[in-house]
């Protein structure tokens, strides 16, 4: 049998790629695993230069083959980067051996093992090595171990550098030498017990730093078990927490304040947790509700509120607790035994130095008699409104009743009654406003109203800004637009199917507006050789009210007029 044979049960059961070369690299017999890893098929590859198959061109595998392919060195472990048949790239370890001679001459072995998977692996436990680094270069303390028993041993540079002692010196339990007297017995006992246990350990005591100064610090320590169950080894974390500590302290103690001087002030105030839940109100608050302070915990005083207002105020809340954004509602709440108050609440987002929502403080304001007042005072400004009303109303019958002897002329009587009609009208717009003033816009479309075309409405342009005038201010101009709309439907564009009226105003200063009435498409314009009562009125009588001299202009397009008006 020869050796080619001979090679036959190995090349069928072995696991890895094996191909047999002649003493020139050529490929003599290669098995199943080379045909999976490399892509050819073996009937393929008989003959072949095996460095030509699986290396790039050019190529010698890191002088494991000649120029010509034959191979060189044998009996020695090679990774290299082969080149499948779809010229695709595999990572794998290749070595050569002679195997005998035979009848064609020497056999040489090539063993191929794919290392991807191997490659994989190294780059995950690199991967790992990196992420428990950079974990522990995060971590912001100190990292220490611990044997299964709870004694520390061997190098904890980090635990050294904390406290200046050395590896004798914090060896087994010595580094509890490092921990302040009153808190090494509690710290002992609780280790000891977290050990026995094998569970976890949480604790809190004082070390001393390698400089002497007393630190703070938070432990937390947890057990690596073997598959056994066994503890194998600690490993825990020194978190120095001094300074967290001192601001724990100062927000007690400016808490204290705060609810010292809450329970001082005369309305309700309260503060809540971040989920919303009332965790503080003060005294009056407490006796706002006529209940102890303990039963307005949590949720407890949506109860106070009246049910038609507690809708709105969630709403408002949750849409506020989004921001988190300052808050304002008016709401009813009950008090005892009186009923039910009106109070004015106002909430602000309590933010930590770190940007933290802690939640929101909050304070209400009684409106109870201020809102009877308001009550009150509305009763008499519509009683005032309608009995002013009642009185234009009686001028004006008074006025029809006189003014019909045949002493007054009849267009005399007519403008003298529209004219009351027209500051009728702006009552009813100052009313409407409380009498704070009125809009430009409303008061010249009330004013203007009686000459408006219903068939052509653009005849009266009006536009300007939105800008609001004095109570005193909006008569006078309704009494001016009256005036000018009058004589434009008698002599001016009004007059005419085709004129075209447009009032226009803009802001002049701080305190004044600039109305401009100009009219266009009707008669010529003559200027008057003496001044009718309506012209007298925009002149001089209205210069007061108005806040300014009226200007009237007279181009034979058409009358202009400018009225300057206070601003309110």
Known sequence: MSDLERLQPILTAALDAIVVMDARGAVVDWNSRAETLFGW???????????ALILPSGQHGDGLFSASGC?????????LIAIRRDRGPVSIELSMTRWAENEGGELVLGFARDTAGRQGALSDVVANEARLRAAVDAVQGVLWTNNAKGQMEGEQPAWGALTGQTLAEYHGFGWTKAVHPDDIQPTLKAWLAAVAEKRAFEFEHRVRRHDGVWRDCRIRAVPLFEETGEIREWVGVHTDITEQKAAADKLRESEALFRTLADAAPAPIWMTEPSGEVEFVNAAFAELANVGRGELMGHAWIALIHPDDVAEILVRREAARKGPDPYTFEARFRRQPEGWRWMLVNAKPRIDASGAFL?????????????????????????????????L???QSIARQTLRSDDVAPRARDQFIERLMAMSAAHNVLTSESWSGAVIDDILREALRPFADDQDPERISINGPSLRVEPGAALALALAAHELGTNAAKYGALSSPGGRV???????GDRHAIVTWRERGGPEVIAPTRRGFGARLLERGLVGDLGGKPELIFPPSGVEARLPVRIA
């Open 41 to 51: 098929r073996r009937a393929e590859v008989l003959g072949q230069p095996l460095g």
């Open 71 to 79: 191979p060189l060195v044998f009996d020695a472990r090679r990774d």
């Open 502 to 508: 447009s009032v226009e105003w803009s802001l002049e």
């Open 393 to 395: 109303s009686s001028i």
């Open 359 to 391: 939640g929101y403080v909050g304070m209400a304001m009684d409106l109870t008699e201020i809102k009877t007042a308001q009550t009150h005072q509305q009763l008499l400004i519509n009683e005032l409104n309608h009995r002013v009303k009642n009185t």
